[in-house]
């Protein structure tokens, strides 16, 4: 079988100019240039004795919308970053990416509170960060002006420069500070301030802005502020952000955050479009081992660009696969295939989930759920953590990973889990704090008695004594009331989908508890999932309907054997 194809939309010059659409590429490529010259990006010189001129491509792309169509095509000249030199090209390297908790607890405050949004997206952001470093490149082959045997000196920072994405920042931290905003303490990438007596706040990712604040006028002046210091485009109030749908119903309160379109890009990208859905991205009982049959060079890449698209879903809207995802990134060095079976398994379960979304609303209450599952790992015999952090029961946070060392009963591993959510609640609550939802405590909820009590007690034995220092901070946190803990039936713990594959009814249960719900373009927000009063009783679970759940597959969840080769992995023989 051949290989699966690239991303059609994106591609180097050479291939572009060869495309149907080359016109338009080629107009594309001339308006980076041009904006390049206009930016005073470069000063051309002679090439000093000694010194060398790093890599570029040109880069060329059909930029889509939210709904797949084509928006417009870009041309972007990159230098490649793997031709520099430490210390000599580049010294220190940052990207002003803001944490996905942190766009989620954004969203869930103006959801709650009914603030303004606004998106901008800076044109060549980071043709206006300075360069400190002498960097040389040569001019765009083909669009060349004046004398072709000289260089440029970079003045300004290019896309794919190592030390881009932090000169960048330093310059939008000067202009944002400039407007009265400072960035948090809790995220580097959440800029708070005061704007017109209202507190405005601006979230970065790279080169787009969410901007939220209760007055619109607040909204207004800060997005006149940037706009004058960098060249950008008004997006409005954001509905695709990230590759991200925010769908909003500001009079019920409502925000949905989704990834259907991208859901769908996947399932094309990797010929599965058309695959049986099933109920569970994991079936019960699923073993995953090193040992196997190891794809060959070609499946191994795809096996870990199919892991890069689930590793995104899973992090940014996803929580109900992040377990599976986080099963298939043990063996992304030396995948077999039985790990691509699994692979195929999670995509036909966002075959009958991808208009799923998380939607908030209601009050801003934080509270934590953490799990483990001991020891698990059948090749290392560590256990695994889960947890998640809900505002109004709506996910805001969720991690599931393998424990650093191994644990020698369920009580130390379900401490050592308590550990790690723990760092996180205080995280989230300082940020809360500085979105204005301070809490004095966060509650946090245990479904094991032995390790409540440690939590509780300086208790010391012979099976808790040799436990970690480190991992005693969740106790100072406790005897501080920074966090209070509960103790909770293993059916009321939302976590437990973060640390093992669950039966439908189970996983489906936890689903929902996360503010996971399916929705369709025509559904309306206030009437779903009890949104009138922002609540829902724990443990009350909708019916397992069409309109709740995954389409229904043959089996017991088990995932149907594809059409044909549908999904498989490239093979080297036939």
Known sequence: MAAMPQDPDKMRIHLAREAADCTKFDKAVKREVDSLWDNG??????????????????????????????????????????????????????????????????????????????????????????????????????????????????????????????????????????????????????????????????????????????????????????????????????????????????????????????TMDVLVRFNMANANATHLPMVVGARLLKKGKELDNKSKARYQELFGCLLYLATCTRPNIFFAVGRLARYVGAPTHAHWSAGKAVLRYLQGTKDMTIQYCGADELVGYHDADYAADVDTRRSTTGAVFLLNERAVSWTSKLQKTIATSTTEAEYVAAAVAAKEAIWLQRLLGELGCGQASVKMHCDSQGAVAMMRNPVSSARTKHIDVAHHFVREMVDSGKLKVVNVTSTDMTADALTKALPI????????EMGLVTMTDNDSASTRVGVSDGTRARGESKPHGPANGPVPASGAGAPPAAEGDVGRPPTTSA
Request: glycine share 8%; proline share 3%; charged share 25%.
């Open 41 to 262: 990006t470069w000063e051309r010189v002679d090439l000093p004795p000694g010194k060398k001129v790093n890599g570029t491509q040109m880069l060329c792309e059909r930029k889509r919308g939210a709904d797949g169509k084509l928006d417009r095509h870009k041309g972007r000249y990159v230098v490649q970053g793997d031709t520099q030199q430490a210390m000599l090209d580049y010294n220190e390297v940052w990207a002003p990416v803001a944490r996905q908790a942190t766009l989620r607890a954004l969203l869930e405050k103006c959801a709650a509170h009914g603030l303004a949004l606004s998106q901008l997206d800076v044109e060549t952001a980071f043709l206006n960060g300075v360069m400190k470093e002498e960097v040389y490149v040569r001019q765009p082959s083909g669009y060349e002006r004046g004398d072709h045997t000289k260089v440029c000196m970079l003045v300004k920072a290019l896309y794919g420069l190592k030390q881009a994405s932090r000169a960048w920042y330093k310059r939008l931290f000067e202009a944002l500070m400039q407007g009265g905003l400072k960035a948090a303490d809790a995220d580097p990438c959440l800029f708070v301030g005061g704007v017109n007596k209202e507190v405005c706040y601006v979230l970065v990712y790279q080169d787009d802005l969410l901007l939220a604040s209760a007055s619109h006028k607040a909204v207004e002046h800060i997005k006149e502020h940037i706009m004058k210091t960098f060249k950008s485009r008004e997006m409005g109030g954001p509905s695709f952000f990230l590759g991200m749908h925010i769908k909003r119903d500001v009079q019920a309160g409502v925000l949905r955050l989704g990834q259907r379109q991208y």
């Open 505 to 512: 009814d189970r996983h489906v249960k936890c689903r929902e």
